[in-house]
């Protein structure tokens, strides 16, 4: 593998609380991804103006998103990026209003262009107090899926528990976890940086 290869990984923070645990998480990840070699960049969403989709299906003919917001920068953020983190907090059992527009602006937008996130690496990142993690996790994966991106496994499910600002980081097997995961994107993302496959 090349070694001048370096590989943008760009994570967007589902929390609207500042310094909270899904950000705490997220730097984790992102340091080891740096150590492994990738450039790496965190996006708070709440810091957008991002409003939901209003399902106009606009964009099914104009390509492009209608509504006068950042989601356009978003979006433009997504497409820039090699790997894509999604990091949320759990919210009655799924991820939050800001990572669920996210994923709805992104993901209609990318089907009325085609295929565009087609290979790009996708990890997510869920942080909760005690229950819902797994099905957020996967709700996460399974919009990664649909766009024809690549999932890359670890040792377990990237889940970590805390409930106050901080308390993540007590959960050390979820912050390795999350480390593990770094590492893991700046691997595989150098590696199809380096070998495209279309
Ligand atoms: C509106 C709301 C709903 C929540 N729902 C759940 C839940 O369903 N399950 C759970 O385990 N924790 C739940 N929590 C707790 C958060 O997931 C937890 O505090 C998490 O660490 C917050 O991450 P953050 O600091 O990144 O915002 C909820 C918190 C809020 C504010």
């Known amino acids: ?51 939901p989709c209003d399902a106009c299906l606009a964009c099914r003919k104009t390509k492009k998103c209608k509504i006068d917001d950042d ?10 990026a090699d790997g894509i983190v999604l990091a949320t907090p759990v919210y009655f059992g799924s991820c939050s209003p800001q990572t669920k527009i996210l994923i709805d602006r992104m993901g209609y937008l990318a089907k009325a262009l085609g295929q565009p996130l087609n290979n790009k690496v996708g990890s997510a990142l869920v942080v909760a107090r005690r229950a819902g993690a797994n099905f957020t996790l996967a709700e996460i994966l399974f919009f990664f899926l649909i766009n024809g991106m690549i999932v890359p496994g670890v040792s377990y499910w990237t889940v970590a528990y805390g409930r106050d600002k901080g308390e993540v980081l007590n959960d050390k097997e979820g912050v390795d976890t999350a480390r593990e995961l770094g590492r893991k994107l700046a691997w595989l993302t150098k590696l199809l940086k380096s070998k495209p496959t279309s």
């Open 71 to 80: 989601g356009e920068k978003l979006f433009d953020k997504v497409m820039e």
């Open 1 to 51: 593998m090349a070694d001048n290869v370096k590989p943008k990984v760009i994570a967007f923070i589902g929390s609207p609380r500042k310094g909270g645990n899904s950000e705490l998480l997220t730097k984790e990840l992102l340091k080891a991804a740096e150590q492994e070699g990738a450039e790496t960049e965190a996006i708070r969403l709440v810091e957008y103006d991002l409003k």
